[in-house]
Nanobody, 121 residues
Framework: QVQLVESGGGSVQPGGSLRLSCAAS????????MGWYRQAPGKERELVAT???????IYVDSVKGRFTISRDNARNTVFLQMNRLQPDDTAVYYCNARILLRLRMPESDYWGQGTQVTVSS
């Protein structure tokens, strides 16, 4: 059983900062790509950022220069540092991990439960 547990969401004023964390636990061989997605009310879920085991990163254009994704492979944890937050960043943020349960098995997709981020004055 694999679990992703997120923390760090909340409410902040425009221009503020938040740091999200997501820790994976359970019985697995290796975590490959980890990432953050978000879903605003009435919109589809969208990619925010991803990071490989080798720390290669991808960001959606709207967060480049403001958000930073990082990971700690020893702790199976991914982070999202969000600076200069804007009202358009308001959404439920979901952690994602592509996990290899066993060697020579295809990787499986796992999701966290979501954490609310609200940016409002």
């Amino acid at each position: 059983q694999v679990q992703l547990v997120e923390s760090g969401g909340g409410s902040v004023q425009p221009g503020g900062s938040l740091r999200l964390s997501c820790a994976a636990s359970g019985n697995f061989f290796r975590i490959n790509v980890m990432g953050w997605y978000r879903q605003a009310p009435g919109k589809e879920r969208e990619l925010v950022a991803t990071i490989t085991r080798g720390d290669s990163t991808i960001y959606v254009d709207s967060v480049k220069g403001r958000f930073t994704i990082s990971r700690d492979n020893a702790r199976n944890t991914v982070f999202l540092q969000m600076n200069r937050l804007q009202p358009d960043d308001t959404a439920v943020y979901y952690c994602n991990a592509r996990i290899l349960l066993r060697l020579r098995m295809p990787e499986s997709d796992y999701w966290g439960q979501g954490t609310q981020v609200t940016v409002s004055s």
